[in-house]
């Protein structure tokens, strides 16, 4: 299967605690955005990178938050400190900028629960 | 900020009934795209719209831009057990760099 993977698909954790996730993008995709999704939400855009560049981050994106892309490949997600208001689906997606613009290929996600 | 709505939040709908949800930005569109969530899983692509008044087609469903760009609209014509999910739609952000969703629509069809 040559789609969008992530791990862990879940995670529970204790307040205060950090975590950290792995997102593997479709290999030709130079694009990659993570998302944070609620129940009854749509996605809330966290950042996105081109190759290694983080270009963006959403005003979401507390201190607690920081997401790296080596070398352009796989990305990782790290939260600090978590706090239940974390918890949540924490998507990535990919997508390949030559092609449809924007196109995103979403991975299953990661569903994190801070008790 | 840049606003993306969806009604209605809801739809049941009797199988074999049609189905319709709509999409509005608070700011014009470059483009739009409609993306489908089942229960349990991902948002997956549906298809994007890049012309003012643009009307696409894919089999029973029907998508249409808006001619200012600002709304848009889907409608699935005899709804299916497998049309079940979420739809939802999105927006280039201001900088045209990532997507702001909209809340979505919930799709129940009753066999």
């Known amino acids: 299967d040559t789609g969008v993977s992530q791990n862990p698909r879940h995670k529970i954790t204790k307040r205060g605690q950090n975590v950290t996730f792995r997102c593997d993008p479709i290999s030709e995709h130079n694009r990659l955005y993570w998302y944070r999704q609620t129940l009854g939400q749509g996605p809330e855009f966290l950042t996105y990178?081109?190759?290694?560049?983080?270009?963006?981050k959403s005003r979401l994106l507390s201190d607690r938050f920081s997401a790296e892309r080596p070398k352009g490949s796989f990305s990782t997600l790290e939260i600090q400190r978590t706090e239940q208001g974390d918890s949540a689906m924490y998507l990535c997606?990919?997508?390949?900028?030559?092609?449809?613009?924007?196109?995103?290929?979403f991975g299953p996600g990661t569903r994190l629960t801070v008790t | 900020g840049q606003q993306v709505m969806q009604i209605p939040q809801y739809q049941h709908v009797q199988e074999g009934e049609d189905f319709t949800t709509y999409c509005n930005s608070s700011t014009t569109l470059s483009n739009i795209q409609w993306y489908k969530q089942r229960p349990g899983g991902h948002p997956v692509f549906l298809i994007q719209?890049?012309?003012?008044?643009e009307v696409k087609k894919q089999k029973r469903l029907t998508f249409q831009f808006g001619e200012a760009k600002k709304n848009s609209s889907l409608h699935i014509t005899a709804t299916q057990t497998t049309d079940v999910g979420t739809y939802f739609c999105a927006g280039p952000n201001n900088y045209g760099q990532n997507f702001v969703f909209g809340p979505g629509t919930r799709l129940s069809v009753l066999p």
């Open positions: 997606a990919s997508s390949f900028l030559a092609g449809v613009p924007y196109e995103q290929y």
């Open positions: 719209l890049v012309k003012s008044g």
């Open positions: 990178f081109q190759n290694e560049a983080q270009l963006e």
